[in-house]
């Protein structure tokens, strides 16, 4: 009886998400053409769009969130944390007005790739150091106007185990634009009622070699989560400060608020920076 009432809701779910999808791609299509020459308003209302179409997915999965602390007043920012999944996608995006940082690896993956165009997403090609640079200084510039940046500098999703190991560079974009870098951690707390264990973690994790198709399928198919949503003290550097200092300390900052999926009796490995 449960796994039918799970697959109804699922199939109830999947109408609505198609809805909301076809909606965003359909707005976000009408702005690209009103401000098809301006990228700055372009931005902003893509950003817009994105916070309200992922308001409306978190609502549709029932995903609880609670928000502890709230993120530099004052000034922009980049927004650095941990990444386990698209929920914390929608999570953070119904939440934080921002640019995300994606892979070009996603611009070429069928749909995935034109929602992270029409949402406005900058692409970096983490398959290849020489560009790195000049990826860089594309981040300096959109926060320089005025823009958040969002960055998932474990440049993968998690299985929510532990936090991997922070590529450095891009995170130098914040110092080199005299913005604060913005460290938060998104843990999950309870899914279907339960503590977030290895029982449920498959419902809002999607890493290794997991299917999007199942992934999407099986946070559909969930009845509720609850998730918390924790913004740090911002960290301040600048362009000179060694980038492998301000990597860890934004590491240790977002780790130490991390609260792993619940594995007995096996402990958990603290990761360090890496080097790209």
């Given at each position: 009886m449960e796994a039918i009432q799970a697959g109804l809701r699922g199939v109830l779910r999947l109408?609505?998400?198609?809805?909301?999808?076809?909606?965003?791609?359909?707005?976000?299509?009408?702005?690209?053409?009103?401000?098809k020459s301006d990228l700055r308003a372009r931005r902003l209302a893509y950003i817009a769009n994105v916070q309200r179409h992922c308001g409306l997915l978190v609502r549709l999965c029932n995903v609880q969130v609670r928000v502890k602390g709230s993120p530099v007043a004052g000034t922009n920012f980049l927004y650095v944390g941990n990444h386990m999944g698209f929920v914390d996608i929608f999570v953070v995006s119904a939440l934080v007005p921002a640019l995300f940082i994606t892979s070009q690896e996603m611009r070429e993956t069928p749909v995935l790739g034109d929602l992270c165009e029409m949402a406005g997403c900058i692409f970096v090609e983490r398959r290849s150091r020489t560009k790195i640079m000049g990826e860089l200084n594309?981040?300096?510039?959109?926060?320089?106007?005025?823009?958040?940046?969002v960055l998932y500098p474990e440049a993968t999703s998690s299985n929510g185990e532990k936090i991997l190991p922070f590529k450095k560079t891009l995170m130098m974009s914040g110092p080199h634009a005299g913005k604060p870098i913005q460290p938060a951690c998104i843990n999950y707390l309870e899914v279907n009622g339960e503590e977030f264990s290895l029982k449920w973690r498959?419902?809002?994790?999607?890493?290794?070699?997991?299917?999007?198709?199942?992934?999407?399928?099986?946070?559909?198919?969930?009845?509720?989560?609850?998730?918390?949503?924790?913004?740090?003290?911002?960290?301040?550097?600048?362009?000179?400060?060694n980038r492998s200092e301000v990597a860890n300390q934004a590491f240790h900052s977002i780790n130490s608020r991390f609260r792993p999926v619940v594995t007995r009796p096996e402990a958990v490995d603290v990761g360090v920076a890496e080097e790209s």
């Open positions: 109408f609505f998400a198609v809805i909301i999808i076809c909606a965003f791609f359909i707005t976000a299509f009408i702005l690209k053409l009103r401000h594309v981040l300096v510039d959109a926060l320089k106007q005025g823009f958040n940046i498959d419902h809002v994790c999607w890493y290794g070699d997991m299917p999007f198709t199942t992934a999407m399928w099986n946070m559909l198919t969930t009845k509720s989560v609850t998730a918390e949503l924790e913004f740090l003290e911002p960290i301040y550097a600048n362009a000179e400060t």
